[in-house]
């Protein structure tokens, strides 16, 4: 039996294996060495040796190096006492595991029948090594058979490959539905997966400790299948794991009947007898298909012919630079390459970003596949680019939008210049952390219902969430979208994924991403199962008050699945700065938005779009597609392993700790009452992220540090990036976020401990040699920052002039109005607080003219239009942040004066 606590709870079996390996080698080594030197060896010893060999004994199978073969013989040397020739063999292959060699395909271990006396040779490095390592993956095939086959099967494979292959793979065997799945979960490797007639529906081998990868129902559920049922059984469910992969059926009974009714989760279907070869060249197109970078491959063919440049682009192929006379260090340091590929041309086998006919559509094509859009639209500015232009392709002037107050500035740009009337929504405060969660879905229900109540509801156009929020707050999104359906069958939803580009690539995070949420939304309306069920339920109280008490369910008839999803592509995955996408399953794209996306595209997008940034858009969607799967999952166990560190040391822990999902996501919002989801195992985790309204993304980690007396600002400044370069991007009064992402290294998590211990150890030695009063101080400061602020204030609402269309009923304001108006100087003054809150208590309204941002958190406080309150002039007050946009230090807040609002209020229309 493994040891559970050994191996981490989290995700992280192949770090679990690594770690097994080097333990493993490290035992035997230990033991050879002291044979060699005549040296006893003990119980202690070789009982290192068995307990590894038994934590490797359920994992080897999910692998294709070493093999179940190699690893037999592995087992029987221990068995047998061979030690040194055991301590070889294992050192042979962890250096294999360690140095990635096995990867060039080369590494066999596939002679160990007859060759069971040589077992150190196993693995051999033959002189077809390819010093040029092809990109290497791993191919499942869900069968039962014996090693003997397996052995054959794999010789066959390894015959076909030849010199000019693109790729090279090699074969992971399983004999069990249970384990093809658990193999997906486990292995990064696997990109392809063959699954033929016969295999079982329950798990040939005992994986109990892997109960978190093993899916005792779908044993019991492939066991209702007949044999020949099963493989199209099993499809689904390994799709849903990684959708990525590409699933072949190889049967050997009528092949052509079988093609006709075979789901459409399998690219292909072989016949056992025939199809061996096609089969393995289409595995290779398959990967080759994900692999092609159109866009990047153009430029860089572009890149190498020679050609005249005669427009106004003069470090076109580095020419104004190669032969100056003093920006050549611009080549030493950028390298040639970038300049050799900086042009603007649209033809020559390149294309247009803003009519694009060929190699960037099909980069665009591909990036739809891999993130599950309709439509992929690159964008070059950024996410601040992509949601304005969606606001405006969607929104014309007096259509009602629902917002989350606490949106990125972007959207309220948008909005703006989109002239629409904006609804805004609060999200939950944790007022404790000087920070918003997200805004609950009896918010939105709450909000769309008044606007149903006033008559409005035919103006509502748009809900725009932030999923997930910048301190890694998930919304339930296809729970959001059904409800909101209930109520408006047509609402389009753009969820600000600018964050959470990486989420499609885990099989936990994905069901929350708006592009699967939207997928299955549609599929789900589609059901004849669901129309039934929708049928047999009807409603039939429709009051407020039933429909907030109620979980609501879309008309199947009526609904439109119409949501649209922006990515940072830069901030999660690889891309050059300000690459994003803009991701579209909107069923009435076509018919209803086609046209004005465009428009809005053009509106927002330069005419000289950085080709360089387009290319890595395309590199970064083949890097996701290929091994999103495994950088994502390492992202995560860095992250754990980083909480675990802080957490669980003696110093750092007096200090510091990280902010749990109970400490930011309300008891009431955790319908599992989980409170510490992937800590307590995975299977844990995604009971959360089925059941519960909001959930935290792991990946970030926001770090409580109110007991070191720094503040959040202070400590990113002077502690973390001055003194060891270590760069952050958000912190709140007390707490201080990092992120992980798919670059986070071993090392990298290591330094960090290592500084955050070194910033402890100050502190602790600084309060051991205080004196009364720096001790006073100190405490001081602890006290201020462990205390709660003012509270964190709701959105108060617009001035009456500034209300949509002047109608009261329902609050929202014209942000473009109160926006534009203050452009008239005559309109406007400006007021210091203290003058801003003694007319206030003289019971005049004060109006804000700009949007005032404090950063942190962040957000805008005021929005054009928006009168001031008490909560948010106390809440100003106790913000100790030195940067606020749209405040003058020197001059006060900019409001519109009485004489202007009284003249508005006389012209209501104006
Ligand atoms: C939620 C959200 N949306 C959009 C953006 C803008 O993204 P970009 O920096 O790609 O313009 C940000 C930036 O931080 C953000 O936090």
Same mark, same amino acid.
């Given at each position: 039996m493994v040891d559970q606590a050994g191996a981490d709870a989290y995700n992280s079996w192949w770090q679990f294996r690594a770690d097994s390996w080097s333990r493993l080698e490290e035992a035997t080594g230990r033991i050879a060495s002291a044979l060699r030197r005549n040296k006893p060896i003990d119980h202690e010893m070789t009982s290192a040796v068995h307990r590894e060999c038994a934590a490797l004994a359920p994992l080897e199978q999910f692998w294709a190096f070493p093999g179940h073969a190699a690893f037999a013989v592995v087992q029987e040397l221990a068995a047998t006492g061979a030690w040194e020739r055991l301590a070889r063999l294992v050192a042979r292959i962890n250096r294999a595991l360690v140095t990635e060699s096995y990867r060039t395909g080369y590494l066999d271990a596939i002679a160990y029948g007859d060759h069971r006396d040589d077992s150190e040779d196993l693995i051999v490095t033959t002189s077809q090594h390819d010093p040029f390592s092809r990109p290497y993956f791993e191919v499942l095939v869900v069968e039962s058979m014996s090693l003997a086959q397996e052995q054959r099967l794999r010789e066959e494979v390894h015959s076909w490959r030849r010199p000019g292959d693109p790729f090279i793979y090699d074969l992971v065997?399983?004999?069990?539905?249970?384990?093809?799945?658990? %193999?997906?979960? *486990?292995?990064?490797? +696997?990109? !392809?997966?063959?699954?033929?007639?016969?295999?079982?529906?329950?798990?040939?081998?005992?994986l109990t400790n892997l109960a978190n990868f093993a899916d005792e129902t779908l044993a019991a559920e492939l066991a209702d299948f007949s044999p020949d049922e099963r493989a199209q059984a099993l499809a689904p469910h390994l799709a849903e794991i990684r959708p990525e992969v590409d699933l072949y059926l190889m049967t050997d009974i009528g092949v052509e009947d079988v093609a006709g009714k075979v789901s459409h989760?399998?690219?292909?279907?072989?016949?056992?007898?025939?199809? %061996?070869?096609? *089969?393995?060249?289409? +595995?290779? !197109?398959g990967v080759a298909e994900r692999y092609r970078t159109p866009f990047f491959e153009a430029l860089r063919t572009y890149s190498q012919r020679p050609t005249g440049v005669f427009h106004a682009l003069p470090i076109s192929q580095g020419k104004s630079i190669v032969n100056s006379h003093w920006i050549r260090d611009m080549v030493g340091f950028y390298g040639l390459e970038i300049f050799l590929a900086e042009t603007s041309a649209t033809t020559g086998g390149l294309d247009s970003l803003l009519e694009p006919t060929g190699p960037l559509r099909e980069a665009q094509q591909l990036a739809a596949e891999t993130f599950g859009s309709r439509h992929t639209f690159f964008v070059t500015n950024g996410t601040s680019t992509a949601n304005k232009i969606v606001a405006q392709a969607l929104l014309a002037p007096g259509d009602i939008v629902l917002v989350d107050r606490n949106c990125h500035q972007s959207h309220h740009y948008g909005l703006m210049l989109a002239g629409a009337e904006v609804s805004y929504l609060d999200a939950y405060p944790l007022?404790?952390?000087?920070?918003?969660?997200?805004?609950?879905?009896?918010?939105?229900?709450?909000?769309?219902?008044?606007?149903?109540?006033?008559?409005?509801?035919?103006?509502v156009k748009l809900l725009m969430l932030t999923n997930c929020t910048f301190d890694g707050i998930v919304y339930d999104v296809t729970r959001v979208m059904e409800e909101c359906l209930a109520i408006k069958p047509d609402l389009v939803f753009l969820w600000d994924e600018a964050w959470f580009a990486f989420a499609r690539f885990h099989h936990v995070y994905r069901p929350r991403t708006a592009m699967e949420a939207a997928r299955t939304l549609a599929d789900k309306l589609r059901s004849p199962t669901y129309r039934a069920q929708y049928e047999a339920n009807l409603p039939r109280d429709d009051s407020t008050e039933a429909l907030l008490s109620r979980r609501l369910s879309p008309d199947p008839a009526r609904a439109r699945v119409r949501v649209y999803a922006t990515h940072s592509t830069h901030k999660t995955l690889t891309a050059l700065r300000q690459g994003s996408m803009i991701h579209v399953y909107d069923q009435d794209f076509a018919l209803k938005v086609a046209e004005s996306f465009h428009e809005a595209y053009m509106a927002h997008t330069s005419t000289s779009?950085?080709?360089?940034?387009?290319?890595?858009?395309?590199?970064?969607?083949?890097?996701?597609?290929?091994?999103?799967?495994?950088?994502?999952?390492?992202?995560?166990?860095y992250a754990m392993k980083l909480r675990d560190a802080i957490d669980h040391h003696p110093l750092l822990s007096k200090y510091m700790h990280c902010l749990s999902t109970a400490e930011m996501i309300p008891e009431k919002y955790r319908a599992s009452g989980i409170a510490q989801p992937l800590r307590t195992g995975?299977?844990?985790?995604?009971?959360?992220w089925e059941q519960d309204e909001f959930v935290l993304d792991p990946s970030r980690v926001t770090v409580y540090i109110g007991l070191t007396g720094v503040d959040g600002a202070t400590f990113k400044r002077e502690r973390l990036m001055d003194k060891f370069g270590i760069q952050i991007n958000k912190t709140s009064r007390n707490t201080v976020l990092f992120m992980t992402n798919i670059g986070t290294t071993r090392s990298s998590v290591a330094y960090l401990i290592e500084v955050l211990v070194s910033i402890a150890r100050d502190i602790d030695n600084n309060a051991a040699e205080m004196n009364l009063a720096e001790r006073a101080a100190f405490e001081r400061s602890v006290l201020h920052l462990t205390n709660p602020t003012a509270p964190l204030p709701n959105f108060s609402g617009f001035h009456p002039v500034f209300l949509g269309q002047s109608d009261p009923t329902t609050p929202e304001g014209d942000v473009r109005k109160a926006f534009f108006l203050s452009y008239d100087h005559t309109l406007c003054?400006?007021?210091?607080?203290?003058?801003?809150?003694?007319?206030?208590?003289?019971?005049?309204?004060?109006?804000?003219?700009?949007?005032?941002?404090?950063?942190?958190?962040?957000?805008?406080?005021?929005?054009?239009?928006?009168?001031?309150?008490?909560?948010?002039?106390?809440?100003?007050?106790?913000?100790?942040?030195?940067?606020?946009h749209g405040y003058q230090p020197a001059l006060g807040y900019r409001v519109y004066t009485a004489k202007a609002l009284e003249m508005l209020a006389e012209r209501p229309s104006s």
């Open positions: 065997v399983v004999g069990s539905g249970v384990e093809a799945a658990v %193999a997906m979960r *486990l292995n990064a490797n +696997i990109q !392809a997966c063959v699954i033929r007639r016969r295999f079982s529906h329950a798990a040939l081998r005992d989760h399998f690219r292909r279907v072989f016949h056992a007898q025939e199809g %061996a070869l096609e *089969l393995h060249l289409t +595995i290779l !197109a007022n404790e952390y000087s920070m918003y969660g997200a805004v609950p879905l009896q918010e939105i229900k709450s909000k769309l219902l008044a606007l149903r109540a006033a008559g409005k509801l035919d103006r779009p950085n080709y360089q940034i387009l290319a890595s858009l395309d590199l970064g969607r083949r890097q996701a597609a290929l091994e999103g799967f495994e950088l994502v999952q390492r992202q995560l166990e995975l299977s844990n985790m995604i009971t959360a003054e400006y007021l210091p607080a203290d003058d801003v809150e003694d007319r206030m208590e003289s019971g005049e309204s004060l109006v804000s003219a700009t949007f005032v941002t404090p950063y942190p958190p962040g957000f805008p406080v005021l929005v054009p239009g928006q009168v001031f309150s008490k909560e948010i002039l106390s809440f100003m007050r106790s913000l100790d942040t030195p940067e606020i």
